[in-house]
């Protein structure tokens, strides 16, 4: 079986709406305007064209700040150490190491990744975090060119590593990328804590019960 991991809010801490509160006080000084401001700054199609590689960090940031009228040397320098805030999710993590070891038991088992990832933040990651080769491969969007739920970035992944859809199980934390993932034939955890995430991979019989 292959198993997907998503990294955003799945395998690393992602909180935008506490990145904006911190640095934009003034716009962003209680939950909703933060989550408001969050979802202008990071939904929209400049940061999305960032993530796959068609903007680099200092077009975005120009670009963020001129539409939201923010200050663009505050809004670089939360930006250029948003690779400071993707810290490992330690209970996900206890599952992914599991799964690395169970590959002693199951020789079929294969962990792969997935995740809208701009370049800059890949190369820290992979950088800082040793655990990183525990995966037999992966795909950061700013590499591929193509971000999720695109189906072209699945279909790049199933076919760099010849994946079979019916035993692939893709996880990610927005709806979106796991229906993207399930139309075409894998299968599909819509992530929402370790626990349930661990409930499903034994559903699976890809883990044992603990």
């Known amino acids: ?79 250029a150490h948003i690779s400071d805030h993707l810290a490992p999710m330690a209970a996900t ?26 370049v800059p933040y890949a190369r820290e990651l992979e950088r800082r975090h040793a655990f990183l080769q525990w995966f037999d491969g992966g795909i950061f969007s700013g590499d591929a060119k193509a971000t999720k739920p695109d189906p072209a970035i699945y279909r790049l992944l199933q076919t760099r590593y010849a994946l079979d859809p019916a035993q692939t199980v893709f996880i990610d934390d927005l709806k979106s990328n796991v229906r993207a993932a399930s139309d075409l034939g894998w299968h599909g955890i819509h992530f929402e804590s370790a626990p349930q995430l661990q409930t499903r991979l034994q559903a699976l019989a890809i883990m044992g019960q603990t």
């Not at 292959?2 to 209680?30: C, E, H, I, M, Y």
């Not at 002693?104 to 088992?109: E, K, R, V, Y």
């Open 93 to 118: 993590l206890d599952i992914l190491e599991r799964l690395h070891c169970l590959r002693d038991q199951q020789p079929a088992l294969r962990l792969y990744y997935l995740s809208n990832m701009p």
């Open 1 to 79: 079986m292959n198993v997907v991991f998503d990294f955003g809010a799945v395998l690393f801490t992602w909180k935008p709406a506490d990145l904006l509160s911190t640095s934009f006080p003034q716009r962003a000084g209680d939950a909703q305007s933060a989550a408001s401001l969050a979802h202008a700054v990071f939904g929209h199609a400049d940061w999305h064209s960032f993530d796959r590689g068609a903007l680099n960090l200092d077009e975005v940031i120009a670009r963020t700040a001129e539409r939201l009228a923010l200050d663009a040397t505050v809004l670089g320098e939360m930006a």
